[in-house]
């Protein structure tokens, strides 16, 4: 884990939408240029929080997480909302291990808080929503993430996903919590964002 000198600089931004208040911790990427190599497309250099994303969501890097948790929980810690149980995002793709869901659990024991992982279900697998149109996205986030069986009614929930292009999951998410499942309000914390 980080020591409190070595912690990952962030730059935090608000976070508008159907919540009380949100945030997001940084931007995903600095750079990327092409490179012209078939095999290695990109070149791409990562802010600090984005590469820990990065090694874990997409090099099972298990070493990244105790770093993120920290770095989020302080960030939480300071903010302060006023929330009793942490509700991850669907995760776009299926994978063996889901890192947003590995980050909410242990981000719930950093905080102290209760994990509601149930609450919204993905009931069909959808593309990553980088690769649907703009305007088909509503339309297929609509179908996909419905009501899940975990109760939050009258819970204040922070809504948390790792990594945001336009915002269309955490969004339908939102609204499912507090319309379907009666949420008594939302925050939302994102770790990265796309440029």
């Avoid at 997409?58 to 509700?87: H, S, T």
């Avoid at 995002?89 to 024991?109: H, N």
């Amino acid at each position: 884990m980080l020591n409190s000198l070595s912690v990952a600089a962030i730059n935090p931004m608000k976070l508008k939408g159907p919540w009380i208040d949100g945030y997001v911790l940084d931007f995903h990427s600095i750079s990327s240029t092409p490179t012209g190599d078939p095999y290695h497309p990109f070149d791409t250099k990562r802010t600090e929080l984005g590469e820990l994303v990065y090694r874990l969501k997409y090099r099972v890097d298990a070493g990244a997480l105790a770093d993120i948790v920290q770095i989020a929980g302080e960030f939480v810690k300071k903010w302060n909302p006023p929330v009793e149980c942490i509700v991850p995002a669907p995760p776009s793709l299926q994978r063996k291990s889901q890192p947003v869901v590995e980050i909410t659990r242990e981000l719930a024991k950093y905080l102290d808080l209760i994990t509601c992982e149930n609450a919204v279900a993905k009931v069909h697998t959808t593309p990553q929503m980088k690769n649907v149109p703009v305007w088909e996205r509503q339309e297929t986030l609509q179908e996909a993430i419905q009501p899940g069986h975990e109760v939050v009614e009258g819970k204040s929930v922070l809504l948390f996903d790792d990594l945001i292009e336009s915002g269309s999951t955490l969004r339908r998410t939102a609204e499912v919590l507090m319309k379907d499942r009666g949420a008594a309000s939302i925050y939302a914390l994102v770790l990265t964002r796309t440029r």
